[in-house]
T-cell receptor, first 116, second 114 residues
Framework: NAGVMQNPRHLVRRRGQEARLRCSPM?????VYWYRQLPEEGLKFMVY????????ESGMPKERFSAEFPKEGPSILRIQQVVRGDSAAYFC??????????????FGEGSRLTVL | AQSVTQPDIHITVSEGASLELRCNYS??????LFWYVQSPGQGLQLLLK??????LVQGIKGFEAEFKRSQSSFNLRKPSVHWSDAAEYFC????????????FGTGTRLTIIP
């Protein structure tokens, strides 16, 4: 059973370009979470999705950032017009029943975005 | 305000020595509590979790944690550390049947010296 798969592992973009980060949850998991980790900091919640629905996006910046989890295919975190401050590691996690139910999230290895 | 605090940013211990990493939380209700470990360049792996019941929880890799309600703490311990334990350790909380936000502390970096 494959774990949470994220790609690309590393992404370099110039200011103003778009970044797309993909996350395939574990088989049977319908809950997906995106977290951002800045250097020397902990993980900050960004968004929580279930299939085709955004449940909680309270941690997402209001502009330039969007997320989706379509019926078919991976979840995608999209950052438009990237700026240097977007440089971070972005982690996806999935869960079968939700963090507050079973408690365990399974994390991918992260996508590390560098904005030049 | 709701928060989870890891007061130690960096801890260095000798291989074979005992370890305790501190975690305190501030929530209106007792949350579910977790410890995750992150090796350099990797994702996070769950070490152990506490929902209810026995306040001493056993995890993987020889780790344990004790929930103390009176101190709002959930400290991680290991009797004898190995060089492979060098990593970043994160305490995390979520409210039971709450809003699904797993909130992380800022982490404690563990360095092991020979």
């Amino acid at each position: 059973n494959a774990g949470v798969m994220q790609n690309p592992r590393h992404l370099v973009r110039r200011r103003g370009q778009e970044a797309r980060l993909r996350c395939s949850p574990m088989k049977g998991h319908s809950h997906v979470y995106w977290y951002r980790q800045l250097p020397e900091e902990g993980l900050k919640f960004m968004v929580y999705l279930q299939k085709e629905n955004i449940i909680d996006e309270s941690g997402m910046p209001k502009e330039r950032f969007s997320a989706e989890f379509p019926k078919e295919g991976p979840s995608i975190l999209r950052i438009q017009q990237v700026v240097r401050g977007d440089s971070a590691a972005y982690f996806c996690a999935s869960s079968r029943q939700g963090a507050s139910n079973t408690g365990e999230l399974f994390f991918g290895e992260g996508s590390r975005l560098t904005v030049l | 305000a709701q928060s989870v605090t890891q007061p130690d940013i960096h801890i260095t211990v000798s291989e074979g020595a005992s370890l305790e990493l501190r975690c305190n939380y501030s929530y209106g209700a007792t949350p579910y509590l977790f410890w995750y470990v992150q090796s350099p360049g990797q994702g996070l792996q769950l070490l152990l979790k506490y929902f209810s019941g026995d306040t001493l929880v056993q995890g993987i890799k020889g780790f344990e944690a004790e929930f103390k309600r009176s101190q709002s703490s959930f400290n991680l311990r290991k009797p004898s550390v190995h060089w492979s334990d060098a990593a970043e350790y994160f305490c995390a909380v979520v409210l039971p049947y709450g809003n699904e936000k797993l909130t992380f502390g800022t982490g404690t970096r563990l360095t092991i010296i020979p």
